[in-house]
């Protein structure tokens, strides 16, 4: 009873440490936060109740097969820490204290460092959505290939519409800047062959941190 209640302590104690680590430097709710510190804890007690009882890890299986789980989708970050939170679970439930407390040290101060220092944010490369609006009298296919090839590694002409009661077109590009450094000369090129009509590059609709 003794070494449950010490793996109780150990697994709570770790799992504030994920949640601290986890509020660091990010946008997170107050249920994820308390999900994270709770998760170590029933997996611990998931893994003392199954650890060589067959029947019981059958029982488990089917109590888990009988939640629907409903939820957002969560980001890499959002990932790493509840796999980080089952890791302690796992490493308590079969009494490898030390280890979970090494490890989960180890984690969270290469998360920490890693965020300090804003590792991976120097990523020259950046998708984009591009709109460009041109007379409807201009022969727009292929029109802007030549400058769209100098400044990404890769476009694609997703839709073409008219606008302004058909007077003109807008056309859809998305596109892979070489460096992100150069959007405003790639939008200062477009502009002498579109007659300065309006253009605008904006971010891919789309989670870039989901794993």
């Known amino acids: 009873m003794l070494n449950t209640l010490i793996g109780v302590g150990v697994s709570i104690t770790l799992g504030l440490l994920v949640a601290l680590v986890h509020t660091y430097r990010n946008v997170y709710s107050k249920n994820f936060i308390i999900t994270l510190v709770a998760l170590p804890v029933l997996v611990q007690l998931v893994i003392m109740l199954v650890n060589g009882n067959l029947g019981t890890g059958v029982a488990v299986m089917g109590a888990f097969s009988l939640i629907r789980f409903r939820s957002v989708a969560g980001g890499a970050r959002e ?83 008219t606008t302004n009661m058909g007077s003109l077109y807008e056309l859809r590009y998305n596109i892979k800047l070489k460096n992100i450094e ?23 609709a789309q989670n870039s941190e989901v794993l």
Do not use: C, H
């Open 79 to 161: 990932i790493t820490s509840v796999f980080w939170s089952m890791a302690i679970g796992l490493a308590t439930g079969t009494g490898a204290y030390m280890e979970a407390a090494i490890f989960s040290a180890i984690t969270a101060l290469l998360i920490i460092t890693l965020n300090t220092l804003r590792f991976g944010e120097q990523n020259k490369v950046a998708e984009r959505t591009l709109k460009i609006t041109i007379a409807e009298d201009l022969d727009f296919p292929g029109i802007f290939d030549e400058i769209l090839n100098k400044f990404t590694y890769q476009f694609d002409n997703e839709s073409v519409k």
């Open 182 to 204: 150069d959007e405003k000369k790639l939008i200062d090129e477009i502009r002498v062959r579109n007659g300065n009509l309006p253009v605008s590059l904006g971010r891919l």
